[in-house]
Antibody, heavy 117, light 110 residues
């Protein structure tokens, strides 16, 4: 069964850091772009970042550029989102997803990140 | 303000056909394929349509997608109570180099 499981979320103070992990099972990450998407409480979906199969290309939404870094370890079937200089407006459920726009799209269950003092 | 514009709400009665629009521009819908998702509260989004009009296996043929120019549409025929959900369109924006979602449409089955 294809699964994506996020971990590493929680409560963090403004200015703090968190690293989210996304563990893939039931398939190998290697052939796929991977995305991170977030959803603030009561709001719509916002794409955050993606990373190419070999990690050579990374794209970010403007609001997180310079603060967030996406990476992957294909050997371990893991994708990461390093989040630094966190702000209150980064509070959201963060989803790891396989190729959001493709026919093989698959999402994790999401993990909550709360930025608050 | 989303790059892709969807109506905030839509409604229909059981058995009816409803459509949800998604309006963009040349740099996104006009030059890239569109996907559609639905999302129930507290759950992850699920793919309904990809590549403008393709259904993944398991998605009923009551759901169909289309695109013309810089706009895309999702049609749901034979509306059922379980179709009550939030619906989102998504595509790549080549100018901004970001993936963009519509603001979402809340579908109510009356």
């Amino acid at each position: 069964e294809v699964q994506l499981v996020e971990s590493g979320g929680g409560l963090v103070q403004p200015g703090g850091s968190l690293r989210l992990s996304c563990a893939a099972s039931g398939f190998t990450l290697t052939p796929y772009w991977m995305d991170w998407v977030r959803q603030a409480p009561g709001k719509g979906l916002e794409w955050v970042a993606n990373i190419k199969q070999d990690g050579s290309v990374k794209n970010y939404v403007a609001s997180v550029k310079g603060r967030f870094t996406v990476s992957r370890d294909n050997a371990k079937n893991l994708v990461y989102l390093q989040m630094n200089s966190l702000r209150a407006e980064d509070t959201a459920v963060y989803y790891c997803a396989r190729e959001v726009l493709g026919g093989t799209a698959h999402w994790g269950q999401g993990i909550l990140v709360t930025v608050s003092s | 303000q989303s790059v892709l514009t969807q109506p905030p709400s839509a409604s229909g009665t059981p058995g009816q056909r409803v459509t949800i629009s998604c309006s963009g521009s040349r740099s996104n819908i006009g030059s890239n394929t569109v996907a559609w998702y639905h999302q129930l509260p507290g759950t992850a989004p699920k793919l309904l349509i990809y590549s403008d009009n393709q259904r993944p296996s398991g998605v009923p043929d009551r759901f169909s997608g289309s695109k013309s120019g810089t706009s895309a549409s999702l049609a749901i025929s034979g509306l059922q109570s379980e179709d009550e959900s939030d619906y989102y369109c998504a595509t790549w924006d080549g100018s901004l180099r970001v993936l963009v979602f519509g603001g979402g449409t809340k579908l109510t089955v009356l």
